[in-house]
């Protein structure tokens, strides 16, 4: 199977961006998703992009996509405390599996 | 209905029985996934239906574990003699290709 892989912490401050990274194995993934937990909750499709595509706005949230690398990175901008949870990326290709990597959580500091 | 629905949403059992899981999946959802998450960890993959292909099971811990899809909607994942390092959320998600996959709240089973 594909291989996931994202940073475990981020610490940001009130105001600042956030930006999460995340790197996968499969060059043939052919949709990418960030999901977001708030602790004790399920998991929130937030966004995410098809791999014909290099980047996605939606609000406050960017997603950049580099196929070459394998790359893909979240960023939020005006981090609030809202936005504390825990980031996953996953990808897809085709109608397959999907893989998840480990989580990246987000800590706003006030 | 609206959403992925999971039952029970908590489950506590004696350490060897076995226990039930409920899913059910947004309708129209042709693949239903599986997946497990112990606290403070991230997503354990257990196993895959995709339509009527056979189910991807290579994420099952176990042969304690099993999972069944009926008419290509509802699926039950069975664990049998609960150990317990079974004690996690068990959670479950549907999806359409392309589309992403939508989660349920979870099943949190605790084994004791």
């Known amino acids: 199977g594909e291989d996931v892989e994202q940073s475990l912490f981020l610490s940001v401050r009130e105001g600042d961006s956030s930006v999460i990274n995340c790197t996968y194995t499969d060059s043939s993934s052919t949709y990418l998703y960030w999901y977001k937990q708030e602790p004790g909750a399920g998991l929130q499709l937030l966004t995410y992009?098809?791999?014909?595509?290099d980047m996605k706005q939606d609000q406050r949230l960017t997603v950049l996509l580099n196929k070459k690398d394998k790359h893909l990175s979240l960023r939020i901008a005006d981090t609030q405390t809202g936005d504390s949870a825990i980031y996953f990326c996953?990808?897809?290709?085709?109608?397959?599996?999907?893989?998840f990597g480990t989580g990246t959580r987000l800590t706003v500091i006030p | 209905g609206a959403g992925v629905s999971q039952s029970p949403s908590n489950k506590v059992t004696e350490k060897g029985k076995d226990v039930e899981l409920r899913c059910d999946p947004i309708s129209g959802h042709t693949a239903l996934y599986w997946y497990r998450q112990s606290l403070g960890q991230g997503l354990e993959f257990l196993i895959y239906?995709?339509?009527?292909?056979?189910?991807?099971k290579s994420g099952l811990p176990s042969d304690r574990f099993s999972a069944e899809r009926t008419g290509g909607s509802v699926s039950t994942l069975t664990i049998q003699r609960t150990q317990q390092e079974d004690s996690a959320v068990y959670l479950c998600?549907?999806?359409?290709?392309?589309?992403?996959?939508?989660f349920g709240q979870g099943t949190r089973l605790t084994v004791v």
């Open positions: 239906f995709q339509g009527n292909s056979a189910p991807d």
């Open positions: 992009i098809f791999s014909n595509m």
């Open positions: 998600a549907s999806s359409r290709p392309g589309f992403g996959a939508f």
């Open positions: 996953a990808a897809q290709t085709g109608a397959n599996n999907l893989f």
